[in-house]
């Protein structure tokens, strides 16, 4: 059974950083591109980042691009997302997801396999 879990979120002060990890089991994560994607309260959900099946291309939303990296490691079967310079407006639960496809869009509805989210509080 294919399954993704999350892991990596806390509490952080602004200015702090975090890394996400997305856990594969059930599967082999080489095949698919990876998307992370965030649920605020009251917000509409939004793509954060995503990670072609290679590792070779990634996209970024401009909120977070300069201070979000993410990254897969493939032999551990997991990708990464490390968030630098975090801001009060990142605070979400970050969920990933996993498709098999090639290259990845930061669409929802492309992605058909998601976690179970982690939650990301960044307050002082």
């Known amino acids: 059974q294919l399954q993704l879990v999350e892991s990596g979120g806390g509490l952080v002060r602004p200015g702090g950083s975090l890394r996400l990890s997305c856990a594969a089991s059930?599967?082999?994560?080489?095949?698919?591109?990876i998307g992370w994607f965030r649920q605020a309260p009251g917000k509409e959900g939004e793509g954060v980042s995503c990670i072609s099946r290679s590792g070779s291309s990634t996209n970024y939303a401009s909120s977070v691009k300069g201070r979000f990296t993410i990254s897969r490691d493939n032999a551990q079967n997991t990708v990464y997302l490390q968030m630098n310079s975090l801001k009060p407006e990142d605070t979400a639960v970050y969920y990933c997801?996993?498709?098999?496809?090639?290259?990845?869009?930061?669409?929802?509805?492309?992605?058909?396999?998601w976690g179970q989210g982690t939650q990301v509080t960044v307050s002082s």
């Open positions: 997801a996993a498709e098999p496809q090639l290259l990845c869009v930061l669409r929802k509805d492309d992605f058909g396999s």
């Open positions: 059930g599967f082999t994560l080489d095949r698919y591109a």
